[in-house]
C-alpha cells in the first residue's frame, strides 16, 4: 500500500508538471483524490467510462491516464460525465493524468517509448513548441519499407504511409498522439521522414508537397508507451500492483 500524497509528489517531481506548457484541456495531475491508500494502478491512454469501468473492474483505486477528464473543458455533471465520476468515486478509485510532460519524459516518455520500439538510438531533441522540444530525431540508413514496418511492428496495428520523401531515408523525426498538423514543422527541421500518431486530411497532400515521408501509427497506439512505463514505475517505487487497461479507439 502507498499513500495517494507521496504518489502524487512523486509524479509532480519527476515529471516536472510545473515546468513544462500544455493545452488547457490537459489539467496535468491529481484530477480526481480517493480517500487511500493505494495497492493497484491502472494505466490507460484515455479516462473514458469504459475505460474507468474496467479499471475498477481491475480493482485499481488509481487510474494513470494521458488524456485525462477535462478535454472538453468544464462540462456539466450529467449523463456519461457524471457516471464516470461518480462510477470512481464509489469505487474510491482516484485519477491522475499527464499529457506533455509524459509525452517529453526521457526516460518514461511516449516518444522516448516509440523510439525504443522502432530500434532508433542516438536520438536528439526534435521540433520545438513554447521553447520545448515536442518530440525526438535520429539519423538512419533505412528503405520506407523498413520505416513502415519498423512503425508497424512497434505499435502493434496497421499504419498508414504518405510516401512522400525520398526512397532512402537517412532521418526520421518523432512525435506521438495528433502531430500531424505539424508536418511543415518537421520538413523545416530537415527529417526526410516524419513518423505521428493521427492528423487532419491536408497534412497528406501537404507532405506530397514538402518531399516528406509521412507515417500515421495512430494516436492511441503511439501513446501507450508512457503510461505504461510510469505506472511500472510506480509499482517499482512504491510495491504495487499495476495494469494496463487497453480500450483501443482505432485512431
Known amino acids: 500500500?502507498?499513500?495517494?500524497?507521496?504518489?502524487?509528489?512523486?509524479?509532480?517531481?519527476?515529471?516536472?508538471?510545473?515546468e513544462i506548457a500544455d493545452y488547457s484541456g490537459a489539467v496535468n495531475g491529481l484530477q480526481l483524490e480517493n480517500p487511500g491508500p493505494v495497492t493497484k494502478v491502472a494505466a490507460a491512454v484515455d479516462a473514458s467510462l469504459p475505460v474507468i469501468e474496467k479499471a475498477i473492474a481491475a480493482g485499481a483505486d488509481l487510474m494513470l491516464v494521458h488524456h485525462g477528464l477535462f478535454w472538453q473543458g468544464a462540462q456539466p455533471m450529467t449523463g456519461a460525465n457524471y457516471r464516470k465520476i461518480k462510477a470512481a468515486m464509489d469505487a474510491g478509485m482516484a485519477i491522475y493524468s499527464s499529457h506533455l510532460p509524459l509525452d517529453v519524459h526521457p526516460e518514461w516518455g511516449n516518444n522516448v517509448g516509440l523510439a525504443r520500439a522502432m530500434g532508433l538510438a542516438d536520438w536528439q531533441p526534435f521540433m520545438d513548441w513554447k521553447g520545448m522540444a515536442m518530440g525526438l530525431r535520429a539519423e538512419v540508413d533505412w528503405s520506407r519499407d523498413e520505416l513502415v514496418e519498423r512503425v508497424k511492428n512497434a505499435v502493434g496495428a496497421r499504419v498508414h504511409h504518405c510516401?512522400?520523401?525520398?526512397?532512402?531515408?537517412?532521418?526520421?523525426?518523432?512525435?506521438?498522439?495528433?502531430?500531424?498538423?505539424?508536418?511543415?514543422?518537421?520538413?523545416?527541421a530537415g527529417v526526410e521522414a516524419f513518423v505521428t500518431g493521427e492528423g487532419p486530411h491536408w497534412s497528406y497532400p501537404l507532405a506530397e508537397e514538402l518531399g516528406i515521408n509521412l507515417v500515421y501509427g495512430g494516436h492511441y497506439a503511439t501513446e501507450t508507451f508512457g503510461v505504461k512505463a510510469l505506472a511500472e514505475e510506480l509499482a517499482r517505487t512504491f510495491q504495487l500492483e499495476w495494469e494496463f487497461v487497453d480500450h483501443p479507439t482505432g485512431l
Not at 512522400?164 to 500531424?180: H, K, L, M, N, Q
Request: proline letters at 5%.
Open 1 to 18: 500500500m502507498a499513500d495517494l500524497g507521496a504518489i502524487c509528489q512523486f509524479l509532480e517531481q519527476s515529471l516536472k508538471t510545473s
Open 163 to 188: 510516401p512522400g520523401g525520398p526512397e532512402r531515408i537517412g532521418s526520421v523525426g518523432i512525435v506521438t498522439g495528433g502531430a500531424g498538423s505539424q508536418v511543415a514543422d518537421a520538413a523545416a
